[in-house]
């Protein structure tokens, strides 16, 4: 990635576009909207990271599409909060919408779109799996996340991110942004509310949009999200293209930007002024 503050680049983003918090069947969540004209846009970030984790995209895309970007609320699981987005894409008139969700949030996006077809216009789901069935053998959802001290949970992230802040690891720069996020820019309750969500998720519907209308997003390195676990995602979705990084870790929309934003472009049906991606259902970079 090469030398980078990060935490600057987001904050200096987060200073002009503060998160809104808009309430929402009594649960608080955080939105930033960006963008008056064009295809609509949902981005739904995964467990570390909050509405402004996709700024890259939301700044590069803004003058030419209508953005809504959230952060979770402290309450609610899988189905509330699909519920919540449903009435947030309705309030904001954005309707047949694409539906971006990385992680956490790819899980929840193939939920939404699976239950409100008719409301969503397309669906990507990033670097998230399709079936949460075991995860609740593994930690940190195998522990009793009600009642586990915060600093333990914390810990777990920590020990997962300490091998990236060594001077010679590709994501250094990375590093210090994620570990801000866990340390308590996520605030308790919302942390907790992300991990348990995950961990008691219904399973998926088959989805009804259109072929052409599904999407993946997936790295070779991503250490969250299994090859075997890939697999079953694009099994799952049959996506219309799958795109594939060579190496860009579970956070793609900070490591590598400008080829994620391409296949936003792309995705949204937006003018590219050069292909980024190779052509092709599968489609790697």
Wanted: glycine share 8%; proline share 7%.
């Amino acid at each position: 990635m090469g030398t980078r503050d990060l935490i600057a680049e987001r904050d200096n983003f987060a200073a002009l576009h503060p998160e809104i918090r808009h309430l929402v069947n009594g649960r608080d969540w955080g939105v930033i909207r960006a963008g008056q004209r064009g295809p609509a846009l949902v981005l739904i970030p995964g467990t570390l990271g909050r509405a402004d984790i996709f700024w890259q995209q939301i700044t590069a895309l803004s003058g030419e599409a209508r953005i809504l970007a959230v952060s979770y609320p402290a309450s609610g699981g899988i189905s509330d909060w699909a519920a919540d987005l449903a009435q947030m894409i309705a309030d904001a008139e954005m309707q047949g919408g694409t539906v971006l969700g990385s992680s956490l949030g790819g899980y929840l996006a193939q939920y939404l779109t699976a239950t409100e077809p008719a409301l969503c216009g397309g669906l990507v789901a990033a670097n998230t799996l399709a079936s949460v069935r075991g995860i609740d053998k593994v930690p940190p959802y195998a522990l009793d996340l009600a009642t586990t001290p915060i600093d333990d949970l914390r810990a777990g992230f920590e020990a997962g991110l300490s091998t990236w802040q060594a001077p010679d690891h590709p994501y250094r720069d990375l590093a210090p942004l994620l570990l801000q996020e866990m340390r308590g820019r996520i605030p308790e309750g919302e942390l907790r509310a992300r991990l348990q969500a995950l961990k008691t998720a219904p399973d998926l519907r088959a989805q009804s949009l259109p072929r052409d209308r599904i999407f993946t997003v997936q790295s070779d390195d991503d250490h969250l999200i299994s090859p075997p676990m890939r697999e079953s995602l694009r099994a799952a979705l049959d996506p219309v293209r799958a795109y594939r990084f060579r190496a860009a870790s579970h956070f793609p929309y900070v490591t590598r930007p400008d080829a994620y934003t391409g296949l936003l472009r792309e995705v949204l049906g937006l003018s590219v002024d050069h292909a980024i991606w190779p052509a092709g259902e599968e489609s790697r970079l």
